[in-house]
Nanobody
């Protein structure tokens, strides 16, 4: 019912910045929250950030708190992840996800982010 398409990934130098976008389509009227995750080679998928629809409350993983910011644009039906001062260890495939009932039900295909030193 919901389709998510990530964009904005690519190669970025350490200390630079990058903004990822996640465009949602389909049945998005009952959104509970949207979030960002990542998965590096040989590692488990890691939660990064969440934004709740009802109150705009945000949650961040310790590893990215203070560096990454999640936000949304209701007019464009898009969620963003602003990545400031990325580090080489931030290299991973980044996924956006959608929740309609307290759990993440839909996932995008992912976008590669590579941070060079």
């Amino acid at each position: 019912q919901v389709q998510l398409v990530e964009s904005g990934g690519g190669l970025v130098q350490a200390g630079g910045s990058l903004r990822l976008s996640c465009a949602a389509s389909g049945r998005t009227v009952s959104t509970y929250a949207m979030g960002w995750f990542r998965q590096a080679p040989g590692k488990e998928r890691e939660f990064l950030a969440q934004i709740n629809w009802s109150n705009n409350k945000t949650y961040y993983a310790i590893s990215v708190k203070g560096r990454f910011t999640i936000s949304r644009d209701n007019a464009k039906n898009t969620v963003y992840l602003q990545m400031n001062t990325p580090k080489p260890e931030d290299t991973a495939v980044y996924y956006c996800a959608y929740s309609s009932a307290g759990s993440y039900d839909y996932w995008g295909q992912g976008t590669q982010v590579t941070v060079s030193s």
